[in-house]
Structures are given as structure tokens and as C-alpha cells.
């Protein structure tokens, strides 16, 4: 019955899983608390800066990263397009998962160019997709999320002009 018992525990998900231990006192193991669910570990809060520009500002709790990589954006229903995101550079990291990775260990901001944005105020959706760790050992699945913004209108000096490289 012990045995079953603690096969059952083993398997809940990783990501939502204390270690084995921790759930085990009676074995004289120490509690080190638990993970925080993702939207506690990875906020994300996008505003409209100009007709042409969003600002992502992503916060992190201690104790956690979000992988460079793995951040991404999108425009539902093709309301727009997105002609270049600016992440900054990170910090390298040996990931037990993934080897050497990008990540973002504190909070941090992606301004998002919208491609030549000259129409009157409209609300898009952006769709954003980010996945992040702790450094305590769990990974969570990949986080997708929908916000609307209303863009203001676009004046002339606000239409970009895009470089091609």
C-alpha cells in the first residue's frame, strides 16, 4: 500500500509538484515551501506607447527566469503586423534543460514595432506566448496570453519608417 502510495505522489506533473520529500514528514523531511503558480512567478502587462509601439513589461519573482527565447508575439486576426520586437540581451545560463540559454532572472521590458501603423484608433489583439523556470528545479509549460489594446491614431511623425537590413 506504502509503495502504491508513493508511486502515485511521483507522478503528479512537474510543474505544479512539490519534490517528494518535501510531501513526506514523517521520513524527516524539511519543508522548503512551494512553487508559485505561473501567473505569480511571470507577469506581463503590454501597454500601447505609441500608435506604432507596445511596451511589454514582463516582471519576475526571485528565485525565477524566463527564457530569452521562448518570448514571442503575435497579432490576432492579422488586425496588424509586427515588424520588429527588441528583447534585451539576458544573462547566459546552463540550463539543466535546455544547456546554454538566454534567460531573464529580473524584470525587463520588449518594446514591440508595429509595421506602418497609419490607420485611425483600433483595438488589436496581442497574442504573447512566454515560458519560464524556477531555479529550484521545475519548468513551467509554456504560458500563451491574449490582450487587447486600443491603439491611438496615428499621426504623421508616428508612422515608422522601417529600415531594411
Do not use: W
Request: hydrophobic share 40%.
Amino acid at each position: 500500500m506504502r509503495f502504491l502510495l508513493l508511486l502515485l505522489l511521483s507522478l503528479q506533473p512537474l510543474a505544479y509538484a512539490d519534490s517528494l520529500l518535501e510531501r513526506l514528514p514523517a521520513l524527516g523531511a524539511k519543508k522548503q515551501g512551494g512553487f508559485l503558480p505561473p501567473d505569480q512567478a511571470f507577469g506581463l502587462t503590454v501597454a500601447a506607447d505609441k500608435a506604432n509601439t507596445l511596451i511589454a513589461s514582463f516582471r519576475v519573482t526571485p528565485g525565477y527566469y524566463l527564457y530569452r527565447d521562448k518570448v514571442s508575439f503575435s497579432i490576432k486576426d492579422d488586425a496588424a503586423k509586427i515588424a520588429h520586437v527588441s528583447l534585451p540581451a539576458g544573462e547566459a545560463k546552463e540550463d539543466p534543460n535546455f544547456g546554454r540559454m538566454m534567460v531573464f532572472h529580473q524584470s525587463f521590458q520588449a518594446e514591440i514595432t508595429l509595421a506602418d501603423h497609419s490607420k485611425p484608433a483600433q483595438k488589436i489583439t496581442l497574442l504573447a506566448s512566454y515560458q519560464g523556470c524556477s531555479d529550484r528545479g521545475i519548468c513551467y509549460p509554456p504560458i500563451d496570453k491574449e490582450i487587447v489594446l486600443t491603439l491611438p491614431p496615428a499621426s504623421p511623425a508616428s508612422t515608422p519608417k522601417i529600415a531594411s537590413t
